[in-house]
């Protein structure tokens, strides 16, 4: 079981909401603070460990430079991404570049930065060293196919479209030596928001046999092994998180008897989570605009699937918890739907509720990772506000909401009339 919490009291909330209006995003820096020194700590008992904030989970600088100040480097796979870690003041090895179909200016930021470059083809050396010229560190994206199984939101290794084969992955490397490249590392990012440990815990072991086998075969000695992100957080009250302690123990287990035991070792193990960082410390508030019954009772909030496409796009749950309502009977079933003109909308399906009324708040858990981050400008929506609870109580506002402006900023009006005037 997963207690749904708020970061501070409802009457709190209620002030900011007076102070900024509905819908917003709201982030607690103690909570995610406390979460990445557990995260740390978990897996202190390997040599080198690193966790690489994975920046498309929430890629607000503010929440990365709280991250920073913890120990973490940024995960990026863009060249906005890039931009995001270099205005934090990251560079060098704590950035990983893990991109895919990658546009070379996206290769030039990221050696620029000095970045840690882990290709997803074989294709991607040769063109790498083409326009850049290739880094004296380098990393492959490996990807097991069949050997291993995924999960929902991220597919079959097999049909993913990611990474390299095995056989791949020597090749590369052999090929990577021959054209210069001292240092090297592996990468893999195989499942998303899976709860079960132990697949973390194949990964790893997946991965130090297989750096045992570089070692074998190329006599090849890497100096990290990334084992990506995907630990999943319980969006479901019913839900229990992933025993980090358990995980970073056994982690810390296998990588003696199959790191350091065959003097591979010392190498740094990473690891590139976004959701399990922030996401439970990620609240989305928002306001009750309308009611309607027709066949079913509807619930229309002030948020759409602009601020969170998570439901929409996965099915996926989100706990709700309504202010003021402590006590009252969930004896309602509601749709709860945003205002976006696709029926798939919606926050919550036959979800019961106490009753409601317009002007309720409503409280959108785990919002903090994969939330405001997917939004998107369909059906001319414009993403909310995000603010930040910080550790000394105050909330301040880290991204405004987007404005018509924004919305109209790509197109030129200036010749528009001409066009229909002859
Ligand atoms: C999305 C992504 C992550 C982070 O995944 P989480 O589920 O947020 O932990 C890490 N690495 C890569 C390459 C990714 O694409």
Redesign the pocket.
């Given at each position: 079981m997963t207690e749904k919490i708020l970061p501070l009291s409802e009457e709190k909330l209620r002030a900011a909401v007076e102070k900024f209006g509905t819908p917003f995003h709201l982030y607690d820096e103690q909570g995610i603070r406390l979460n990445m020194r557990r995260l740390l700590r978990a897996f202190s008992g390997l040599p080198d460990f690193k966790e690489y904030f994975?920046v498309?989970?929430a890629p607000n600088p503010y929440l990365m430079q709280i991250l920073c100040t913890e120990g973490a480097g940024a995960?990026c796979?863009s060249l906005p991404e890039l931009i995001l870690a270099e205005k934090v003041g990251l560079r060098g090895s704590e950035i990983v570049f893990?991109s895919n179909d990658t546009p070379a200016e996206e290769y030039r930021k990221a050696m620029e930065l000095g970045a840690l470059i882990n290709l997803d083809d074989l294709s991607h050396l040769p063109f790498l060293r083409e326009i850049c010229g290739l880094p004296e560190i380098i990393s492959f994206r490996y990807n097991p196919g069949p050997a291993r199984q995924g999960n929902a939101i991220i597919g079959r290794p097999e049909e993913a479209k990611y990474g390299v084969s095995k056989e791949q992955l020597f090749a590369g490397f052999e090929q990577a030596r021959a054209w210069g490249v001292k240092r090297f590392g592996i990468h893999t990012?195989l499942i998303?928001?899976e709860l079960n440990p132990d697949y973390f815990i194949d990964t790893a072991r997946m991965m130090f046999e297989l750096a045992g086998e570089l070692f074998a075969a190329l006599g090849l000695r890497l100096e990290f092994i990334n084992l990506?992100?995907?630990?999943g957080i319980p969006y479901r009250p019913e839900e229990n998180p992933v025993d980090l302690e358990y995980l970073g123990r056994a982690t810390a287990d296998l990588y003696a008897e199959l790191i350091a035991g065959p003097g591979l070792g010392p190498l740094r193990v990473a690891l590139?989570?976004?959701?399990?960082v922030t996401g439970p410390f990620g609240w989305l508030v928002t306001t009750v605009r309308h009611k309607k019954d027709i066949y079913k009772q509807y619930i229309g909030l002030d948020a759409c699937m602009a601020d969170l496409m998570r439901p929409a796009l996965y099915g996926a749950y989100h706990h709700i918890t309504p202010l003021g309502k402590t006590g009252a009977p969930y004896d309602r079933i509601y749709d709860v739907t945003g205002s976006l003109c696709e029926n798939n909308d919606k926050f919550a399906v036959d979800r019961p509720l106490p009753f409601l009324e317009r002007g309720d708040i409503l409280v959108v858990h785990d919002t903090g990772?994969?939330g405001h981050a997917m939004g998107f400008n369909y059906n001319g929506k414009l993403r909310s506000k995000e603010l930040l609870l910080g550790s000394d109580g105050e909330i301040r506002q880290i991204r405004r909401a987007e404005t018509l402006d924004d919305y109209f900023a790509t197109l030129d009006f200036t010749s528009t009339p001409s066009l229909f005037s002859t």
């Open positions: 994975s498309k989970a995960d796979s893990s990012m998303s928001n990506g992100g995907g630990v590139e989570c976004g959701r399990m990772a994969h």
